[in-house]
């Protein structure tokens, strides 16, 4: 399973590093991504990385704010997110996918990924 945590409540600009810790099985052959939803919206992608080879995408909206990173002994992927801004408001989740670690990284549909964090609060205040 997954584990998202480090939401919380920021004001405009500012920073939050969100977790997503593995257990019960080692992602060394997964992409994990991270996706978002806000009230009334669809989930959407946020970012992702191969655990493979370290590759990462982002979205448009996020990059040059959010950085992907990986911790291979604790098994975990981290999303630091600064500059942060009100539409980044959102549950922040974390996501699995099993079968394209080696494929170009892009965001995949939510069906691609096989295991899902609960999510994580994040409140932008303005």
């Known amino acids: 399973q997954l584990q998202a945590s480090g939401g919380g409540l920021v004001q405009a600009g500012g920073s939050l590093r969100l977790s997503c810790a593995a257990s019960?099985?080692?992602?060394?052959?997964?992409?994990i991504g991270w996706f978002r939803q806000a009230p009334g919206k669809e989930r959407e992608g946020v970012g992702c990385?191969?655990?493979?080879?370290?590759?990462?995408h982002y979205v448009d909206s996020v990059k040059g704010r959010f950085a992907i990173s990986t911790d291979n002994a604790k098994n975990t992927v981290y999303l630091q997110m600064n500059s942060l801004k009100p539409e980044d408001t959102a549950v922040y989740y974390c996501?699995?996918?099993?079968?394209?670690?080696?494929?170009?990284?892009?965001?995949?549909?939510?069906?691609?990924?096989?295991?899902w964090g609960q999510g994580t609060q994040v409140t932008v205040s303005s």
């Open positions: 990385t191969s655990i493979v080879d370290g590759r990462i």
């Open positions: 996501a699995a996918d099993p079968s394209n670690a080696r494929a170009p990284m892009i965001i995949r549909g939510v069906s691609v990924y096989g295991t």
């Open positions: 019960g099985f080692t992602f060394d052959d997964y992409a």
